[in-house]
């Protein structure tokens, strides 16, 4: 019989007599709009387990599938030990372990030398999808001397974000628990946002009801949904401006918001004119009845408001119009800036409102030199909005060399694979004169990288944070950081010596950055440590709705714009459109028609599964074990036309490439789609997408919709 | 204080969130063939045209009359007597597998050894005031952990809201 003090320590009891404690920490595995508080389980100085912090102001003690990943995560046998010098050729995978103090050296003989030869500028600066090191990692390029930073907001969230800028001036988030009936455009949850979940439950049990439009069956449709719209993939603003018809039709619409707060009234009721029902209805493949019922609901019962989700609508090469067809709604329907409706948010740090401010963006940005970019003049919206470069121009750019030549890459986590046409990107890197890189683990990018330097995780490190309801944190480390990584952050403050960058600030180092950036929130790093959880800071102030209405709008007109005037600037030199038109997803490709012929599923690249996030947790064997080998999700009819079953391998192809995946039979997807996670070294969807089938308004690449088929190999 | 694990198909995802909880508190090694004690699962079938479909969280049911506990030759298998939930000593294990041939659910497996493991209901982080690891997990309600008493007082309030339904009366907001 095991004793009472060994059952205790297997089951992970904490306590003085086991000696396991609990640290708080953070999970950063997946977005900022997230980091759930984590209670690490720590015993000699080894993360045991880990649970969600019950007391975080966020998560409430919840962490998702990902998240219950984070022990093995971050003992992934592949993480970096030491800093790494590439001994091959790039690409082969070779390396040998150096010194830091090497390391350094190395990258001041590498970025001074492309500096030197080739300005400044030929330096690129790169973040990968981590993004708590960013507003350091910025000033520090532009300290250095660059403008040339960017990240992986290229084609991540900032899509909507741009389209409700130039449509309103600010992003807006359903205020659910004031709502009462919740248009779920692309709302999925379940394994993507499980707190959004518990927000919804309530909302439902309180009587509100429930649209959701999204071309899946999912948990969510399931459990909440009184309408499901099926929609067909890339049509979201064809359904939006029908919508908006039917509204104004019907006489829904609120008159005295479009009079006081609105501009380009008139020109969006004659854009709306083409979408009659049967015509959306034709578009869309949802069918008439459901749409009106759909439309009834929302725009009759008041309050209401819109999902706000930014990767799955904004993804198409026409997504950044959808996404702004669809934001009409609310000015349609006096949701916007209205209890219970659309409620505009700032960040304060990081992508998270937290309701008060801080100086991160100025911080981060007023050491911009000002000079052309890469991909300036391509995506002027971007350009207008964005003080990065649009990293879907980088591998162009430096195989180009236009309009002049980038030579080296400093990035931190990058992912080769997040590049639409990651063969494209791996020939840029390969041609560069230096290029390094930063990670946890052994990934595709490095082998390409000539040093390669080990950060640590979340856990690891001491971390800044802030949560909705005016919260920060500063977190401890919850275990030293492992092998020889270190904190991104404290690499950058390490070569701002090493390089002898000139900028007060970043010679102080992370604290007196932090401290800058934390003026006027009430909160200083030093009382910031005096805690282990999330502290209020003095300075929240909970948003009024109407205020931002009464201020009058960040937009050239001070107005909701259905017709944006800072589009408007493009017309004619770029052939954008100033109302939120409708295009069909695959416009963009010369004879639609003919490849439609040719490839005549759609597939859709990312659509989220409980166990993955981009490639993070591909290597992780618990998260794996759920879904152990690439998977594409197909329609059962669709299947049963090509002589496909369960688990068969197929191949999916594309105008682009083609991969070897296994099959999986549902009927959850509809006929016609096909839906496979991207990330997969072994299969990276990435080859399936084209670089050139970006939207032309954000630069933002088409993963959601690429014209396929598939066939049993 | 007997304890129930109940579960809500109408609140779960299959999002395995409870099934990665069991192997962090288990220490699983999957690589070296193991796998944790609670599963979930997507269930899907076409009858008639029509899908159907679940999503389902399973494991060791801790049955009120565990067939597996009279199975086993060596008495490795018994109720808690804290706890009431079904617990094991596998030290005398001498995988035989009378035990998971008892088990309708599949419950006991047997490790590379030949020792029988399950789901133990984390009775240990329940004697200590904590929920069971898949429990404490689950973000959507779809696994809760009640006391006997708690677990009575929710079948009988299931009941009456039922009642109160098909009378008809249900729907505070027209």
């Keep these: 019989m095991a004793s009472n003090l060994d059952r205790l320590i297997k089951a992970k009891i904490p306590g003085d007599e086991t000696g396991i404690s609990i640290r708080h920490s953070l999970c950063d595995i997946c977005t900022p709009v997230h980091h759930c508080g984590v209670d690490a389980y720590v015993k000699d100085g080894r993360v045991l387990k880990v649970e969600g912090t019950p007391d975080n102001p966020y998560n409430q003690g919840f962490l998702c599938t990902k998240g219950l990943c984070n022990r093995q995560y971050m003992y992934r046998e592949d993480r970096l030990r030491t800093p790494l010098k590439r001994v091959g050729a790039r690409g082969e995978g070779r390396f040998e372990p150096l010194g830091w103090d090497q390391a350094y050296a190395e990258i001041a003989r590498g970025l001074g030398a492309v500096k030197e030869k080739y300005g400044p500028h030929a330096v690129a600066f790169f973040s990968g999808y981590a993004k708590w090191y960013r507003p350091i990692f910025q000033r520090f390029a532009f300290a250095f001397g660059s403008v040339n930073y960017g990240t992986d907001d290229s084609v991540c969230n900032n899509s909507g974000v741009m389209g409700l800028k130039c449509t309103v001036g600010r992003v807006a988030k359903p205020d659910l628990k004031n709502s009462r009936v919740f248009l779920g455009w692309a709302f999925g949850g379940y394994y993507s946002a499980h707190m959004a979940v518990r927000g919804l439950r309530g909302f439902k049990d309180r009587g509100g009801k429930v649209i959701i439009i999204d071309p899946k069956i999912t948990p969510a449709v399931k459990h909440f949904a009184d309408l499901h719209l099926m929609i067909k993939t890339g049509t979201d603003g064809a359904l939006a401006l029908g919508m908006a018809r039917l509204i104004i039709d019907q006489g829904w619409v609120d008159r005295d918001y479009i009079r006081n707060h609105t501009c380009g009234y008139e ?51 026409n997504g950044f119009q959808n996404y702004r067809a669809i934001a009409c709604l609310l000015a349609l329907t006096g949701n916007f800036d209205v209890a219970g409706g659309n409620l505009p948010v700032l960040d304060t740090y990081i992508y998270r409102p937290a309701g008060f401010s801080m100086r991160a963006a100025h911080f981060a940005g007023e050491l911009r030199p000002d000079y052309r970019h890469i991909g300036a003049g391509r995506f002027p919206i971007w350009d207008e909005l964005v003080p990065e470069f ?49 990670d946890l683990f052994e990934t595709d990018t490095n082998k390409y990288a000539d040093l390669v330097l080990p950060v640590c995780s979340s856990l690891e490190r001491v971390d800044f944070k802030v949560y909705p309801g005016g919260y920060a944190f500063l977190t401890k480390a919850a275990v030293e ?9 404290d690499i950058l403050f390490d070569l701002v010596k090493v390089l002898g960058i000139k900028d007060e600030l970043l010679e102080k180092g992370y604290e007196a950055c932090m401290d800058y950036m934390l003026e006027g929130s009430g909160l200083t790093m030093a009382e910031l440590k005096k805690h282990d959880k999330p502290v209020k800071a003095p300075a929240f102030k909970p948003y009024v709705p109407g205020d931002y209405t009464r201020e009058g709008y960040a937009t050239p007109s001070g107005k909701f714009e259905f017709s944006s005037r800072l589009i408007a600037k493009y017309r004619q030199s770029h052939g954008l459109d100033p109302l939120p038109a409708y295009r069909s997803p695959f416009a963009d490709e010369p004879d639609e028609e003919g490849r439609r012929k040719k490839y005549p599923l759609v597939l859709t690249t990312g659509t989220r599964l409980p166990n993955a996030i981009h490639s993070r947790l591909h290597g992780v064997p618990w998260a794996r074990s759920l879904r152990p080998e690439p998977t594409a999700d197909v329609n059962r009819h669709d299947a049963a036309a090509r002589g496909v079953a369960e688990g068969d391998d197929i191949e999916i192809v594309t105008d682009y490439g083609r991969l070897k995946v296994k099959a999986h039979l549902t009927s959850k997807v509809g006929s016609g ?13 990435n080859l399936l997408i084209g670089p050139h089938r970006v939207d032309p308004y954000s630069g933002f690449p088409a993963y959601k919709s690429n014209l396929c088929d598939f066939m049993k190999s | 204080m007997k304890y129930v694990i109940v579960f809500d198909p109408d609140r779960c995802s299959a999002c395995s969130a409870c099934a990665v909880a069991c192997m962090d508190q288990n220490d699983i090694d999957i690589q070296a063939g193991e796998r944790g004690y609670r599963r979930a699962f997507e269930w899907e079938s076409q009858v008639g045209g029509q899908a159907l479909c679940a999503y389902i969280s399973a494991s060791c049911l801790h049955c009120g009359d565990a067939p597996c506990i009279m199975a086993c030759p060596t008495g490795c298998l018994r109720r808690s007597l804290t706890t009431g939930l079904v617990i094991y000593d596998n030290s005398g294990c001498i995988g035989c597998r009378s035990c998971s041939l008892a088990c309708p659910f599949g419950a006991p497996r047997f490790r590379a050894d030949g020792k029988m493991v399950k789901c133990d209901g984390c009775h240990v982080r329940l004697e200590n005031g904590l929920k069971p690891a898949c429990v404490r997990a689950c973000a959507f309600d779809a696994l809760i952990c009640l006391t006997g008493g708690e677990y009575q007082k929710m079948l009988e309030e299931k009941a009456e809201s039922s009642l109160v339904k098909a009378l008809g009366v249900w729907g505070p907001r027209g």
Excluded at chain 1, 293 to 314: H, M, Q, W, Y
Excluded at chain 1, 421 to 434: N, P, Q, V, W, Y
Excluded at chain 1, 481 to 489: C, G, N, Q
């Design chain 1, 267 to 317: 020109d969006f009721t004659g854009l709306v004119r083409d979408f009659d029902l049967e015509t959306t209805a034709g578009i869309t493949g949802v069918p008439q009845e459901l749409i009106y019922e759909a439309t009834r609901l929302f725009a009759t019962i008041k309050p209401g408001c819109i999902n706000d989700s930014s990767s799955t609508v904004a993804h198409h090469a």
């Design chain 1, 481 to 489: 950081p492992l092998y020889e990584s270190k904190r991104d952050v």
């Design chain 1, 390 to 438: 649009q990293a879907v121009d980088l591998a162009r750019h430096i195989l180009e060399e236009k309009p002049y030549p980038v030579k080296a890459l400093f990035t931190l986590g990058m992912n080769v694979k997040m590049f639409a046409g990651t063969d494209r990107m791996i020939e840029a890197l390969k041609s560069l004169d230096f290029f390094v890189n930063t």
């Design chain 1, 673 to 685: 789609n096909v839906h496979f996670f991207h990330g997969y070294s072994e299969a990276n969807a």
